[in-house]
C-alpha cells in the first residue's frame, strides 16, 4: 500500500495530500495524510512495510500493550477502562440480541476485554499480532490468545460476534480481514469495530497535530461515510453507530502534550468541553464512534 494513490472505501482514484504528520511516539518522522477527494477517507501515504511495521510499536508509550499508570494522562485511561469495559459490554449485547455466546476479539491487546467477556460468560477467542501480548493475557487471564494467520483454523460460522476496537486502522489489509470476518461469523452474526472519526470535532481542531493520527501506526483514517463504503464493498451493512464519549477528552488532551502545550490536561479538558458542546455531541462529530455490521444477505 506504499504510496497508495486509489481510495480503500470508495475506489476513486482522486486523492490529494492534506498534510505530514508527525510519529510523536516512536520514530519522530513525518509521515503524509492523504485524503479522497470522493469520499473523505484518509490514509497514511508512505507508511513502513510491513514486515517492518512491529519496530513502530516498541515503546514503553503504547499504552494498549502495556499496563503502566505513571502519568496523569494515563491513570485517567486505566479509569476509564473500566468504565468502557461495561459499555462494550453493553454494545455487545445489544448488537447480539444475546448475554453470551462465542465472541472473537481481534486486536485484542493485553486481554481486557476479552477477559471481561470471558467473565461475562462468553466463549472467547483473542487474536493478537504481538506474543508479549499474547502471553501477558495467558498468564494474566488464562485467556486463548492466538496470532492473526491462525483465523484460518476457526471453523466458518461460529461466530457469534467479532469485535475491533481501535484495531482496523492498524491493519495493512482491511479488506482480507472483513472476508475473515464474512467467513468466521454467523449468517445473523454482528461485527463491531471502533475507529477514530477523521471527521469529528477534534481532528478539525487539531488538523496535524490530531492525537488519534498516530502515524505510521495508524495506516486508515476513516469518517463514518468511509466506513459506511468501504463495508458495503466488502459484504457488510451498517445497522448502527454509537459513539465514545471518553475518546474526545482523552486525544484532546494527548494532542495538546503532542504538540507541547503546558497543561494539557486542563486544556485537553476544557477544548474537549468546548469541541464537544460546539457540536452538540452529535455523533458524526464525535471523536471515536463504533459501528455495528452486520452480514450482507445473499440475493
Ligand atoms: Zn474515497
Partial sequence: ?????????????????????KDHMVSKSEYLIRRCNACGMGWTANPPAEPESGA???????????????????????????????????????????????????????????????KKGWQVTAIEISETARKYSENQFGLKAISPEEINHLPSGSADCI??????????????????????????????????????????????WWAALDVPRHLWHFTPEALRLFAGRNGFTCERIASLPLDLFYISILSYRN????????????????????SGFRKQRSSSLVYILSKNKLT
Fill in 259 to 278: 504538540k507541547g502545550i503546558p497543561m494539557p490536561l486542563l486544556r485537553g479538558v476544557m477544548t474537549g468541553m468546548f469541541l464537544g458542546i460546539r
Fill in 1 to 21: 500500500m506504499t504510496g497508495q494513490l486509489t481510495c480503500l472505501a470508495c475506489g476513486s482514484a482522486d486523492s490529494a495530500g492534506l498534510f505530514n504528520a
Fill in 56 to 118: 513502530y510499536y516498541v515503546s514503553e508509550d503504547y499504552i494498549s500493550h502495556t499496563d503502566r499508570k505513571q502519568s496523569l494522562p494515563d491513570k485517567l485511561y486505566h479509569l476509564a477502562r473500566s468504565f468502557m469495559l461495561r459499555r462494550k459490554q453493553r454494545m455487545v449485547t445489544l448488537a447480539t440480541g444475546k448475554n453470551n455466546g462465542n465472541l472473537v476479539d481481534i486486536g485484542s491487546g493485553t486481554g481486557y476485554f476479552a477477559a471481561f467477556m470471558k
Fill in 163 to 208: 469485535t475491533f476496537w481501535h484495531v482496523l486502522e492498524h491493519l495493512y489489509d482491511p479488506a482480507e480481514w472483513f472476508n475473515n470476518v464474512a467467513r468466521v461469523l454467523k449468517d445473523d452474526g454482528k461485527c463491531i469495530l471502533a475507529l477514530p472519526n477523521f471527521s469529528s470535532s477534534d481532528a478539525l481542531w487539531f488538523g496535524k
